[in-house]
């Protein structure tokens, strides 16, 4: 029997490697995001290398009404969802005040509302059938002190990171896993999308980077396993570690010092 997985943000990066990876596996495909084309292209791709079932679905999760009108749409498609991806998200790094409240408010629905109320509509299914597999994508900057300037990216995904666990607890023994993913540095458009790119370029020498598609293999390959959280590379798995180390305050003007050559780069 082939299962089927829902992945949000699958348009590029770290999603359609996600995607692949899935496909490759003998998964059939659900692929959301806002832009229709990519979402094409990649159903194309992935159906002529792997020969799975690719639907597309366009949705932006920005909506309030968003999550409940995708699952609806699954269901008039007659789609059975035995996985979830939530990794649709992105960041404003112009400063709290800089930033317009509707933009935090994008902010919290997408990648803190959202995987939210996907995982309340669709896990239900995966309990009744003794199977599933969650996997939210967080980040590495959920584990660290917080940043000034990116104020709501860290701590979104701190409480997705909680939420994982609290979930993973849940429902152990019915056979649906869910597994928070942590990833550091990530070679996608995230970085271009946000206007930032030139500068994290500069600032981070190439080995704390990692590929889409290590991550997306890290991702695959912990949700199997059952794993509550995922820090994909042991150079992220330091780099979180570290700070638990410090004293708060001496960890914090770490980061934050950090932060301001970012933005004089």
Known sequence: MRRTILITGASAGIGAAIARVYAEAGWDLILTARREAPLQALAVEIEAAH???????????????APRRLVEAMAARGLAVDGLVNNAGFSRTTGFLAT?????????????????????????????????????????????????????????????????????????????????????YT??????????????????????????EAVARAGYDGVAANRARVVPGWRNRLLAAIPKLLPEAVALNIIGGHAKRLKRI
């Open 100 to 184: 317009e409240p509707e933009q935090h408010a994008a902010m919290i629905r997408v990648m803190l509302t959202a995987p939210v109320e996907l995982s309340r509509l669709l896990l239900p299914g995966m309990v009744e059938r003794g199977f599933g597999r969650v996997i939210n994508v967080a980040s590495l900057a959920g584990l660290m002190p917080a940043t000034g300037g990116d104020t709501l990216y860290g701590p979104i995904k701190s409480f997705l990171i909680k939420a994982s666990q609290g979930l993973h607890l849940e429902l152990r023994g019915t056979g649906v896993h869910v597994t928070a993913l942590c990833p550091g």
């Open 51 to 65: 020969g799975s079932g690719v639907s597309v679905l366009t949705a932006d999760l920005a909506q309030p009404d």
């Open 187 to 212: 070679l996608t458009e995230f970085h271009d999308v946000n206007g930032s790119r030139e500068q994290v370029s500069n600032a981070y020498p190439d080995w704390m980077w990692m590929t889409a």
